[in-house]
């Protein structure tokens, strides 16, 4: 029910923009988290379909931007400034409900999960 896509190979200080596509039953509350080979799933982004606010981490903050399209069912991460600490696979999530704020953090709380898109930072 989620596709994502528009991950590749970019140099440091550079961009990307990742994509991720619902069909079917959407969720309430979407977000894009990451995972290293051998570590947790980090959360990176995240919006609730009914509010304006955003939310990042702190890593995030200032050179990624989550976004939406209604009209394509869409949600967007645009990554500027690239850092090879940010090599990492991409996953897009969503909620069937609108999570409290302390919830959008936790992978725990997302019921649908895309593929996961590799991002490579590197010269």
């Known amino acids: 029910q989620l596709q994502a896509s528009g991950g590749g190979l970019v140099e440091p200080g550079g961009s990307l923009r990742l994509s991720c596509s619902a069909s079917?039953?959407?969720?309430?509350?979407y977000a894009w988290f990451r995972q290293v080979s051998g570590k947790e799933r980090e959360f990176v982004a995240a919006?609730?379909?009914?509010?304006?606010?955003?939310y990042y981490a702190d890593f995030a903050k200032g050179r990624f931007t989550i976004s939406r399209d209604d009209a394509k069912n869409t949600v967007y991460l645009q990554m500027n400034n690239l850092k090879p600490e940010d090599t990492a696979v991409y996953y897009c999530?969503?909620?069937?409900?609108?999570?409290?704020?302390?919830?959008?953090?936790?992978?725990?709380?997302?019921?649908?999960w895309g593929q996961g898109t590799q991002v490579t930072v590197s010269s």
């Open positions: 079917g039953p959407t969720g309430s509350s």
């Open positions: 919006l609730r379909w009914s509010g304006r606010n955003k």
């Open positions: 999530a969503a909620a069937k409900g609108t999570l409290i704020v302390s919830a959008l953090y936790s992978d725990l709380h997302y019921n649908y």
